[in-house]
């Protein structure tokens, strides 16, 4: 029997990079997972990756009409949830002068907006004992040109998992933070021109502490760990960054 047979998980942005590789985490051990993104297609390839316990719904994290719709789907599928990885999120570069209105209340709607209000209309359905693991930074911790506004909506993550974790305790859901280094999940390689995001990569890697990328198993093991066997922790956050954000 599968460490995680019998479990519901919803994973918001599960249908690439380490949502994905999670929601397999899962499955492979016998829960079912729902995973949202925006891209049908993409969605579609995940499902059929994942299988018959993989159901994907076009969700987009910026909406609160569609975080409704989602709600009643996850109660209609799953009636309760076990755990909730909010870890749909974009990445955005722009030196701090060039910065537009229209780019920062876009990154704060998808990144910190959306995870709230998604924690918000999902926490009814989660069982005692559950937990929630929102996607931080390690950009939240070091001050990284470029990424004013998505290291700001970043922070902004990390203390909801501390104030939701306290305003949740009575449900018994505890709310944590995973906070990834770099990993190449191809996040760069879609925001960037490609000369830039190769250039990027390699100086992220030449600056971590070990030196490389992480991978997104190394992310799904420390959600795992978060949403399932860390029954004692609430309003934590755990680095996985190679030790860019502690050495
Ligand atoms: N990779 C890294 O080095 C790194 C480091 C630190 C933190 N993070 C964070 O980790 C999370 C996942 O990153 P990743 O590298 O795995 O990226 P990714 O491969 O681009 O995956 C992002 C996921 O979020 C979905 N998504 C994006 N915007 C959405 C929206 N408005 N509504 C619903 N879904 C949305 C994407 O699907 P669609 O595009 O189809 O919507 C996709 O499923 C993000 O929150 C990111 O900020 C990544």
């Known amino acids: 029997m599968g460490k995680y047979e019998g479990k519901n998980v919803v994973i918001t942005g599960g249908s690439s990079g380490f949502g994905l590789t999670t929601a397999a985490a899962l499955v492979d051990e016998g829960a079912r997972v729902l995973i949202t993104g925006r891209t049908q297609a993409?969605?579609?390839?995940?499902?059929e990756q994942l299988g018959s316990a993989a159901i994907g719904v076009r969700s987009d994290a910026a909406s609160l009409a569609d975080i409704d719709t989602l709600a009643d789907r996850v109660k209609t599928e799953f009636g309760t949830i076990d755990a909730l990885f909010v870890n749909a999120g974009i990445a955005h570069f722009a030196p701090f002068g060039a910065v537009t209105e229209q780019a920062y209340d876009e990154v704060f709607a998808i990144n910190a907006k959306g995870p709230?209000?998604?924690v918000q209309k999902l926490a009814p359905l989660m069982n005692p004992g559950s937990g929630v693991v929102l996607?931080?930074?390690v950009v939240n911790v070091v001050g990284y040109p470029m990424v004013s506004v998505y290291a700001a909506t970043k922070a902004a993550l990390r203390l909801m998992a501390r104030s939701l974790g306290r305003e949740l305790l009575p449900q018994g859901i505890r709310v944590n933070a995973v906070s990834p280094g770099p990993i190449d999940t191809g996040i760069l390689d879609r925001t960037?021109?490609?000369?830039?995001?190769?250039?990027?990569?390699?100086?992220?890697?030449?600056?971590?502490?070990m030196g490389r990328f992480g991978a997104s198993g190394e992310?799904?093991?420390?959600?795992?760990?978060?949403?399932?066997?860390?029954?004692?922790?609430?309003g934590a956050e755990l680095a996985v960054d190679g030790g860019a954000s502690q050495l």
């Open 116 to 118: 709230y209000f998604t």
């Open 42 to 47: 993409t969605l579609d390839t995940a499902v």
């Open 192 to 209: 960037l021109p490609p000369e830039v995001a190769a250039q990027t990569k390699s100086q992220m890697a030449a600056d971590n502490p």
């Open 219 to 234: 992310i799904a093991k420390a959600v795992l760990f978060l949403a399932f066997d860390a029954t004692f922790t609430t």
């Open 135 to 137: 996607t931080t930074s």
